[in-house]
């Protein structure tokens, strides 16, 4: 004998009745069948507001009527064919019975428990007689039990409690005769012993089909529903969610008292009290493997952890007070007040120093309970010995769950510290002696991010999700996108990093997808995007509240860079190309590091130096690992670089600043480089990083321009200064050639002291035969006094610079 519960879903609609009835049908080849089923999807919830409307006297009951009506005929036409108006017939007459029990409601203005089991019983009827017909119409042989004349009970209406020895005998008789190959009951109904209609309440139907299972002690109870299973953590929020393959009743208990909708604890307390094991199935795919839960998982040791659940809306109520500590009888008084209140107490955790309790409710019940408790102990708060309860709302409970999490060390440290991480406050912790639950009270908007973190940490194969924030898609910005799409199955495979742009910005346009843009089009969707704020930018990156999140400025804005604070704030990671934030004042330069402290949140900058060298990187170890930089002496202009090494006697100095600029290695605004203002800021964040505090104005600016390049109104203007002013230019490199040196915009670092400034560099120095657009820096140290280290290669450009971003984003990945 098989026993098969079938939920509201999965007789929500003919598809899935259809569904339903193959699945009976294949089962019934090869054993008797038995199919519990619940009400069509919707209908419980229309009776009981038709129930409710009536008895308010409001007429609307019966436009609820009509459409219960309407949904339960259009399901028997489309099942059976119009030629058994039989059927037709004697389900209207049932659908008439219903109305008249609505009129009587209207007319006595009363529904009370008793009429209100009768009216939600009618959507168990119908739905198992419309599918016990079909099943006839189509040649098979079943048949449909009424649950009521099985199952028994006392009077207590809406949650009926069973009389086992009555029921089971009933139900044993009945089946030992039964003939048919199929039974249909209806879930949920019974009748109690002097014939009343009663109900089984919450997850009555998954009761009925524990009890049937219990009392012919069959092999396994099916649940079949509208998901596959029993997943590690709640699918709707977390996409790398799975379906568990076998679990443990306790480990069930547990997920579905913490918010796992497919099972309710108490309804299959008949089949676990005789290790029947239960099988979770989905209705909509057969074929899919399913849960499985039952005490025989020998061969399971695959995760510790068995899932993460949730449950929102809940309170925090607290009770403390100096009154507390050493008197007895604090938690009783507590208790036994929201007892009486018929208060259900979720989550409970006490101070050893016994100053405070505090208990986790249902949102709905905190005012109710603030006013009985604060009731309860109005003389201790008079007093002064105790404070009036305090309330907390807006909050949920996370719970990792796992039979065999006590026998593996360090998952409580694992858990909180990957939500620390994250910048999940933890506002109260609670673990069982079992060690099969550790709970955890949360802000209510973090538990998207806690979900996703803690899945990822358990259960996705040591995978890392980033979540990329990028504002500034220019040529900068344009090539790290792509670079991002290239590498993007690449970073998944060897580094198990799963990268995801999940918000682009230009100074126009900004478009969102906290599951990841697609990167194929993302220029077409940006230029269609909804209108761009710096503002707005962020507040979308904080309502989305992802974890592992990076914010990439690949701007030279100021105003974006005064955004890093709050990007930290909100542990999102910084990642910037731009150089105004670094080489700010000193006081806004600590800030922002400690704030990266702080919040956990790395706050990155390589590229402000060098694009992609290393450069910022290998000062950082340099000075972790203990030594001391003495001097720094550095080219760090790529785009003057190319100026010089391009300017000759034969050709004018406007011409090669005007071709570096539209081959990208100038700023759009030329003077930012040859003023020597962007190469300032460069040796200042290397003098900064190598633990000198200084400011820009500190740095001694030796400029090669002339006083009217400097005071150029426009950029148009300053290139017309440089055509007045060719000559001064040629004899600067006149000098550099009757010296046999080469000219070199040069920064440099010494006891404290920096300054830049054009230099003639004689054959043999390191800078002589530095070409192209490459960046050269020398570290001498104590551990390099003499032979300094040098970093050398390419120090501007898209590519290189967008390289250097991605390796900044790719570090945070790694971290």
């Given amino acids: ?181 199929i039974t249909i009951l209806p879930g949920f109904i019974s009748k109690s012993i002097t014939g009343d209609i009663t109900t089984l309440g919450r997850g009555g139907s998954d009761f009925t089909a524990a009890i049937i299972a219990a009392a012919l002690n069959v092999n396994r109870l099916e649940i079949w529903t509208d998901v596959s299973g029993m997943y590690t953590t709640n699918p709707k929020l977390v996409k790398q969610a799975f379906p568990i393959q076998k679990i443990s009743y306790q480990e069930a208990m547990e997920l579905s008292h913490f918010g796992a909708k497919v099972l309710y604890p108490p309804t299959v307390q008949p089949v676990l009290d005789l290790n029947i094991p239960i099988h979770i199935k989905n209705t909509m795919e057969p074929e899919a493997t399913g849960t499985i839960i039952s005490n025989d998982l020998k061969d399971d040791n695959t995760h510790p952890v068995k899932g993460i659940t949730n ?116 506002r109260a912790i609670a673990q069982g002696a079992s060690e099969r639950n550790i709970s955890a009270v949360i802000v209510e908007k973090d538990v998207k991010k806690a979900l996703n973190t803690l899945h990822e940490r358990f259960f996705e194969d040591k995978n890392k999700q980033l979540n990329v924030f990028i504002t500034g898609v220019g040529n900068v910005g344009e090539r790290l996108v792509e670079q991002i799409k290239q590498q993007k199955k690449y970073l998944k495979e060897q580094l198990k990093i799963n990268l995801k742009v999940v918000g682009i910005s230009n100074s126009r346009t900004m478009i969102f997808d906290d599951s990841g843009l697609a990167l194929k089009q993302w220029k077409t969707d940006l230029a269609s995007g909804e209108k761009a704020t710096l503002n707005g930018f962020l507040e979308r990156a904080k309502a989305f509240n992802l974890r592992n999140s990076i914010f990439v400025d690949v701007t030279a804005n100021e105003e974006v860079s005064n955004l890093y604070a709050a990007y930290l704030r909100e542990s999102i990671a910084v990642v910037a190309c731009n150089k105004i934030a670094c080489s700010s004042n000193i006081e806004n330069y600590k800030k922002l590091k400690d704030l990266s402290r702080k919040y956990n949140a790395s706050f990155l900058f390589e590229t402000n130096v060098g694009a992609g060298l ?87 600016n030796e400029s090669f321009l002339t006083q009217a390049n400097l005071e150029s109104d426009s950029v148009a203007d300053f290139y017309q200064t440089l055509l007045d002013d060719e000559a001064h230019f040629q004899s600067l490199y006149a000098s550099a050639q009757a010296n046999d040196c080469q000219l070199k915009y040069v920064a440099e670092f010494n006891n404290g002291n920096a300054k830049v400034g054009l230099k003639e560099i004689p054959k043999g120095h390191p800078f002589y035969n530095l070409e192209g657009k490459d960046n050269i820096v020398m570290y001498y140290s104590q551990r390099y006094p003499e032979q300094p280290m040098i970093i050398k290669g390419a120090g501007a450009g898209a590519d290189v610079t967008a390289s250097g971003l991605f390796a900044d984003i790719i570090r945070i990945g790694n971290n």
Avoid: W
């Fill in 1 to 181: 004998m098989n026993v098969l519960k079938f939920g509201g879903t999965s007789v929500g609609s003919t598809k899935n009745i259809n569904n339903v009835i193959s699945i009976l049908e294949t089962y019934s080849k090869t054993d008797k069948v038995i199919g519990v089923v619940s009400a069509v999807g919707g209908i419980t919830d229309k009776l009981l507001k038709a129930g409710e409307l009536a008895q308010n006297k409001d007429q609307n009951y019966i436009s609820e009527f009509d459409q219960i009506s309407e949904i339960h005929n259009t399901i028997l036409s489309e099942l059976i064919p119009a030629e058994s108006p039989s059927v037709a017939n004697h389900l209207n007459d049932k659908l008439q019975e219903l109305r008249s029990l609505l009129d009587g409601i209207f007319l006595i203005n009363e529904l009370s428990p008793k009429t209100s089991d009768k009216l939600v019983s009618f959507g168990e009827l119908l739905s198992s007689y419309i599918i016990a017909e079909t099943l006839k119409s189509r040649g098979l042989n079943g048949l449909r039990k009424n649950s009521q004349e099985l199952i028994v009970t006392n009077s207590n209406f809406t949650k009926a409690e069973v009389l086992f020895q009555q029921t089971n005998d009933n139900i044993t008789q009945y089946f030992s005769e039964a003939s048919q190959q």
């Fill in 311 to 426: 449950i929102n809306n809940i309170a925090l109520l607290t009770l403390q007070g100096s009154g507390m500590v050493g008197i007895p009888g604090f938690s009783k008084r507590l208790f036994e007040t929201l007892a009486q209140e018929k208060i259900n107490v979720i989550f409970i955790t006490q101070a050893s120093s016994e100053h405070s309790i505090c208990f986790g409710i249902d949102s709905k019940d905190s005012h109710q309970a603030k006013t009985a408790i604060d009731t309860t102990f109005e003389n201790e708060i008079s007093l002064h010995k105790i404070d009036p309860i305090i309330v907390e709302s807006g909050l949920s409970i996370i719970a990792l769950v796992g039979d065999q999490m006590k026998s593996h060390q360090g998952i409580s440290g694992k858990m909180f510290r990957t939500l620390g991480k994250n910048n999940i406050n933890i």
């Fill in 614 to 700: 290393p450069v910022i990187d290998t000062l950082n170890n340099l000075i972790a690992s203990g030594d001391k930089i003495t001097s720094i002496q550095a080219v760090l202009s790529g785009s003057l670089n190319f100026v010089f090494n391009n300017f000759n006697a034969s050709t004018k100095f406007h011409d090669v600043v005007k071709q570096a600029q539209e081959e990208g290695y100038t700023e759009p605004d030329p003077r930012i480089d040859l003023s020597g203002i962007d190469v300032a800021r460069k040796i200042l964040i290397l003098a900064r990083e190598s633990g000198t505090d200084m400011n820009l104005s500190d740095i001694e």
